[in-house]
């Protein structure tokens, strides 16, 4: 039961940095019905400006761990919400009144461009981050004598997961942007009618989505301590696995598909093969989609003609 439960610890670790991943890919689907499959990218960079980050304070001196933490998350948003400002005035503004496949296939390029733009810039070798928070509490100690323990940088991944959930909820419902976003989502030449600046509300969505993918990138970082230029393309795809999985266009369900989705892989590794859980995980899905083809959480879409 013990061993059980760490498992249970870590899925839910792993499935808050899928879960922050996939809200960008929802956000974005929601508004402009357009699947970003460069989020993982945006992911990728956020970890590579974290350890930039980290590099510079280095050189400017000591600072306390905390301060240190929250002056790269900074620069770390700032810079993955460019990056996200830019994807999305140069390869998808252009086409939004176009055919579905247009955007489709010009975000498949940006995901090919970024990666090989971070292999150039930054090595295609292996980047380490040594660990910066140590230590963990013990949960308790079942009867084979296999302790239970969760670690302050597994509390510090959860617990922002939950903060950022909360403050983006509360945004998007009851914020003067979040209508927009919802009146943009709904209808765009209404919206437009109405006084809403859609070219303005879209690109706020894309920064908010890329700011995400920039926690959980740095949250990745801490955690697992090593990157490179392909990260994104597993993260992203997994991601977006977590959005359909539980409702695209949802952000509880993005959220619930992303733990669902860690919980799933962390208990298959444990007691079953570690080689297929990527397989067991598509297959899941695959299973929820043909019950409930709108996901968990979503909602069935109306066809606007």
Not at 23 to 45: D, K, P, R, S, W
Not at 187 to 210: E, H, N, P
């Amino acid at each position: 039961m013990g061993y059980f439960a760490q498992q249970l610890i870590n899925g839910l670790t792993l499935g808050s940095i899928y879960g922050l991943i996939a809200i960008g890919y929802t956000m974005v689907y929601g508004i402009v019905q357009l699947i970003n499959f460069a989020h993982g990218e945006i992911y990728m960079i956020g970890a590579f400006a974290s350890l930039i980050g980290f590099a510079l304070l280095g050189l400017a001196g000591p600072m306390p761990l905390a301060g240190s933490i929250l002056l790269v998350l900074v620069f770390t948003v700032a810079v993955t919400s460019a990056f996200g400002l830019a994807v999305e005035r140069v390869a998808y503004r252009r086409l939004r009144n176009s055919t579905r496949l247009a955007p489709l296939i010009s975000a498949i390029g940006v995901s090919i461009f970024l990666q090989n733009y971070v292999q150039i810039t930054q090595g295609a070798r292996i980047k380490t981050l040594p660990p910066l928070i140590s230590g963990a509490i013990s949960l308790g100690t079942d009867a084979s004598g296999f302790s239970v323990t969760l670690s302050y940088l597994q509390m510090m991944v959860i617990g922002v997961t939950v903060v950022l959930m909360g403050v983006f909820t509360f945004v998007i419902t009851r914020t003067d942007l979040g209508r927009s976003q919802r009146a943009t989502a709904q209808d765009r030449t209404m919206a437009k009618l109405l006084g809403i600046d859609v070219d303005r509300t879209i690109a706020i969505t894309f920064m908010m989505g890329a700011a995400l993918a920039a926690v959980a990138g740095l949250m990745a970082a801490l955690f697992y301590g090593v990157m490179d230029f392909t990260l994104g393309f597993l993260a992203g795809i997994k991601a977006f696995t977590a959005a359909v999985l539980g409702g695209i266009g949802s952000l509880p369900g993005a959220m619930l598909g992303g733990l669902l989705l860690g919980i799933i892989e962390s208990l298959w590794s444990a007691y079953l093969s570690a080689e297929y859980r990527d397989v067991a995980s598509f297959a899941i899905m695959i299973g929820v989609l043909v019950v409930r083809p709108s996901g968990l959480l979503g909602k069935r879409q109306v066809e606007k003609v």
